[in-house]
C-alpha cells in the first residue's frame, strides 16, 4: 500500500476508540457495579501551518472594521518593484505597519509615496498567507503634509544646497595611492572593524587615524565636529572617511546637522561619508566629495586593490618596454629611410637601359601595327580600283571603241560606214572600219 493511503493526522480529527459490541448474555446474577473507568482525552488537532494563517485570515476578514479603515502614519523606505506596485511601511513613533499599493491603485492615486511623507490612508487590513504577516492593502493614498523630520531635513537641504555647500564644482578627486587615511566613527561599533578588515585585505599598506566620536543622540552632532577638526589638525592625511551604521531618520540625525554639514564641506582633503545602507541619504553625503552607499564600501572607495598595485606595476613595465622598442624602431625606419634617400640619388643604368629597350620594341611593335593597318587600306583601294578600271572590263571579254579623234564611241549613230575605228582589247589594239551600222544589237549583248 501507497504512502498516500496512509492515515495522516492533517486529514481527519481523532477519533475515540469504538467499543466492539457484546453479545447478549442469558440472563445471570449481576454482579456489583465496578469502578469507573478513567475518561479518554481526545487527541489533539494538529494544523498545518498553511491552515493556521487561513484562520487568521479569516478572523481578520470578518472584522468589519478591518475591512474599511483610515489610517494616517508616515511612509518608510517605500520600493518600486519591476511589477510597478509599491510596498513600504508605515509607521508613527511607537509602532508600523507594513502597506501594499498596488499597481491599479497606484496610477490611480496620482501620488508616488516616498520616503518621510506623511499620509492618510484608506483601505482594509487583511494577512498575506504565504508569509503569514498582516498588512494594510492600501485603495487610496492622499498627502497628509511631510513627517517633521523629514520637513526639517528638507528645508535644511534647501538652506544648504543655496548656500553652495553641495554644488558638483567642488567635489575633489579621491586619491588613488593614499599613505594615510583618518576614520571618523564610534571606537567601539562594527563600523571600525568592517574599516579595519576591508583596508587591511585590500590595502595594507596605508596607515588607519582613528577619531572617535558617538554617532547617535542629542550629542551626537557636536561631538562629530570635534572629530573632524581633531583630524584636519593632522598633517599628511590623504583622506577622511566619515562613517556609521543604519538606522531611522532620527538615529542618523547628527549627520543632518548644519555645523556637521559645514564642517564636512571645510574639510582640507577629500572626505568620503558613508552613512547607514544605500538606501540612507543624509545632508553630510551632499557635502562629501564622494558618498558611499556603506561604511565597507567607503573603504573600498578610498583605496585600490593591493592587487592593483602588482598590475600598475607591470602595466609600467610593459609600457616602458613598448616605449624602447617603438624609439629603436623609429630609428631604424628613420635609417632606412635616409638609405633610400641616398639610393635613389644615383642613376640606376640598368634600370634605364631596360626601359629603353621596352620603348624601343614597343616603338617598333607599334609600326608594325600601323604599317600593316596601312598595307590592308591599300590592298583594299587597290582591289577596289582594280574592280573598276576599264582593263578589268577588257578582261571580262568586252572592248572599247574609239573614233578617229579619239572620242569613245557611245553611241552607233554617231558614225556611218567608212569611217576608220580602234578597237581596242584586253590585250591590243585594233585598227578596223565601219562596215554597217545596226541600231539594235543590244539585246544580243546582253542575252
Not at 40 to 57: K, Q
Not at 223 to 234: E, S, T
Not at 339 to 366: N, V, Y
Amino acid at each position: 500500500m501507497g504512502s498516500a493511503d496512509q492515515p495522516s493526522l492533517w486529514d481527519q480529527p481523532a477519533r475515540e476508540p469504538e467499543q466492539p459490541d457484546e453479545p447478549e448474555q442469558p440472563d445471570e446474577p449481576k454482579q456489583p457495579d465496578a469502578a469507573p473507568a478513567a475518561p479518554i482525552r481526545a487527541t489533539p488537532r494538529i494544523l498545518r501551518v498553511t491552515d493556521l494563517n487561513r484562520r487568521v485570515r479569516g478572523l481578520l476578514d470578518a472584522d468589519a472594521v478591518l475591512a474599511d479603515v483610515w489610517v494616517e502614519g508616515e511612509v518608510s523606505q517605500p520600493s518600486f518593484p519591476p511589477s510597478g506596485h509599491c510596498f513600504f511601511t508605515l509607521k508613527d513613533a511607537n509602532s508600523q505597519l507594513r502597506a501594499a499599493l498596488f499597481r491599479e491603485e497606484l496610477t490611480r492615486s496620482g501620488m508616488r509615496p516616498a520616503h518621510g511623507m506623511n499620509v492618510i490612508i484608506h483601505g482594509r487590513v487583511r494577512a498575506y498567507e504565504p508569509q503569514g504577516v498582516y498588512q494594510l492593502y492600501v485603495d487610496t493614498i492622499t498627502a497628509a503634509g511631510a513627517g517633521d523630520l523629514h520637513a526639517r531635513y528638507e528645508a535644511l537641504r534647501v538652506e544648504l544646497a543655496a548656500s553652495g555647500l553641495f554644488d558638483d564644482a567642488r567635489k575633489r578627486p579621491i586619491p588613488r595611492w593614499p599613505r594615510r587615511i583618518g576614520v571618523v566613527t564610534s571606537p567601539v561599533g562594527a563600523v571600525w572593524r568592517d574599516i579595519n578588515n576591508v583596508l587591511r585585505r585590500r590595502y595594507p599598506l596605508v596607515e588607519l587615524v582613528l577619531s572617535p566620536t558617538v554617532v547617535q543622540g542629542a550629542t551626537s552632532a557636536p561631538a562629530i565636529v570635534r572629530a573632524l577638526k581633531r583630524l584636519y589638525a593632522q598633517p599628511d592625511l590623504d583622506t577622511i572617511i566619515l562613517a556609521r551604521g543604519g538606522g531611522s531618520l532620527e538615529d542618523l540625525w547628527g549627520f543632518n546637522d548644519a555645523q556637521v554639514v559645514r564642517t564636512v564641506a571645510d574639510a582640507p582633503v577629500p572626505i568620503i561619508v558613508g552613512v547607514g545602507h544605500e538606501s540612507d541619504v543624509t545632508l553630510a553625503d551632499f557635502a562629501a566629495d564622494l558618498r558611499a552607499p556603506t561604511p565597507s564600501a567607503a573603504a573600498e572607495l578610498s583605496t585600490p586593490d593591493a592587487t592593483q598595485l602588482a598590475a600598475v606595476l607591470g602595466r609600467l613595465r610593459d609600457r616602458a618596454g613598448t616605449a624602447l622598442l617603438s624609439r629603436a624602431a623609429d630609428r631604424r625606419r628613420l635609417v632606412d629611410a635616409e638609405a633610400r634617400a641616398l639610393a635613389a640619388l644615383s642613376p640606376d643604368i640598368g634600370a634605364a637601359r631596360q626601359r629603353t629597350s621596352d620603348l624601343l620594341d614597343r616603338g617598333l611593335r607599334a609600326l608594325d601595327a600601323r604599317l600593316a593597318q596601312r598595307r590592308t587600306v591599300l590592298d583594299t583601294t587597290h582591289a577596289t580600283l582594280r574592280t573598276l578600271s576599264p582593263a578589268a572590263t577588257l578582261e571580262r571579254g568586252y572592248a572599247v571603241a574609239r573614233s578617229p579623234d579619239g572620242s569613245i564611241v557611245r553611241d552607233a549613230a554617231t558614225l556611218k560606214a567608212g569611217d576608220p575605228l580602234q578597237v581596242i582589247v584586253a590585250r591590243g589594239t585594233v585598227e578596223t572600219r565601219v562596215e554597217r551600222i545596226r541600231s539594235d544589237g543590244t539585246e544580243d549583248l546582253l542575252s
